[in-house]
């Protein structure tokens, strides 16, 4: 399922924001609204992330989904954020002497967000969530800087989370049940190739079919299904059938595809494989 980002665009107001003040915001004045945004990405995020939207995040081979959320949610839950403007300490923002929109500090038990101002609320909001991201996977050892230089291998992802609502937020991908999408057509191509079974030296007719694997191939577009043809209740007498079929799919932006059906059925291979004694 896809867990959709609340990118909030409008008026901003987030309820429990006020309630989590103690994550502390740097000064008073001009930065608030900026200080602001920033809380609520950060909220948004954890909430995200404990909804299981993460889960469809391509993360590093080292880096299991688990460790993913448990890495972000100690530093969402308990952080710093300034939004600076000239004259303040901490401005300009800088790594290493290069210019940056927001830097991080720190580790994620003590760990602290500086942004410049005029610069963040400048940007679009697909952009600041992507970019909040970051300093937060920094701070989890996810994103580590190299100089200067900053790796968005998992933040880039953020944006094809976000869906337009009066305000954007983030929403949990659905899971799709691919076995779901194409049971009913699998069934009914079973019945039409299996109708009898003869192996026992008499005629019997299908009892029901069951269908225990459909495994979609992104890369090849085609679906492999494996079935059991019943001829009896318990199948005491069953026939096990590999298809392979051609993959249905709905396109989605960020060109990403999506499973949605099967069609053009085709028995690879079938033998006696019965399920009980």
């Known amino acids: 399922m896809r867990a959709l980002l609340f990118l909030v665009v409008g008026l901003m107001s987030f309820a429990g924001?006020?309630?989590?003040?103690?994550?502390?915001?740097?000064?008073?004045?001009?930065?608030?609204?900026?200080?602001?945004?920033?809380?609520?990405?950060a909220y948004d995020l954890e909430s995200w992330i404990?909804?299981?939207?993460?889960?469809?995040l391509e993360l590093p081979a080292q880096v299991s989904k688990d460790a993913y959320a448990q890495a972000m949610t100690v530093p969402l839950k308990d952080f710093k954020a300034a939004c600076v403007s000239k004259g303040d300490q901490g401005y300009p923002v800088a790594v290493d002497g290069t210019p940056k929109v927001c830097r991080?500090?720190?580790?994620?038990?003590?760990?602290r967000i500086t942004c410049d101002s005029e610069k963040f609320q400048k940007l679009e909001a697909e952009d600041q969530y992507v970019l909040i991201h970051h300093e937060f996977a920094g701070l989890a050892g996810l994103e580590l800087p190299n100089g200067n230089n900053s790796h968005y291998a998992i933040s880039n992802q953020i944006s094809a989370y976000l869906e337009e609502t009066t305000v954007k937020k983030l929403a949990v991908q659905p899971v799709i049940n691919e076995l779901k999408l194409c049971e009913k057509g699998v069934k009914a191509f079973v019945k039409s190739k299996f109708p009898f079974d003869t192996s026992t030296g008499e005629k019997t007719a299908l009892h029901s079919?069951?269908?225990d694997k459909v495994e979609f191939n992104a890369d090849s577009g085609m679906v492999d299904i494996e079935a059991h043809a019943l001829?009896?209740?318990?199948?005491?007498?069953a026939t096990r059938v590999f298809i392979e079929a051609e993959g249905i799919w709905k396109d989605h932006p960020?060109?990403?595809?999506?499973?949605?059906?099967?069609?053009?059925?085709t028995v690879k291979a079938s033998f006696r494989d019965d399920l009980a004694d």
């Open 17 to 41: 924001i006020e309630a989590r003040a103690e994550r502390g915001v740097g000064h008073g004045g001009g930065g608030d609204l900026c200080e602001n945004r920033i809380q609520a990405i």
């Open 50 to 56: 404990a909804r299981g939207g993460h889960r469809s």
């Open 104 to 111: 991080f500090d720190g580790d994620q038990t003590s760990s």
């Open 209 to 211: 079919v069951r269908v």
């Open 231 to 237: 001829f009896d209740e318990y199948g005491m007498l």
């Open 254 to 265: 960020q060109d990403v595809s999506t499973p949605a059906g099967c069609q053009a059925y």
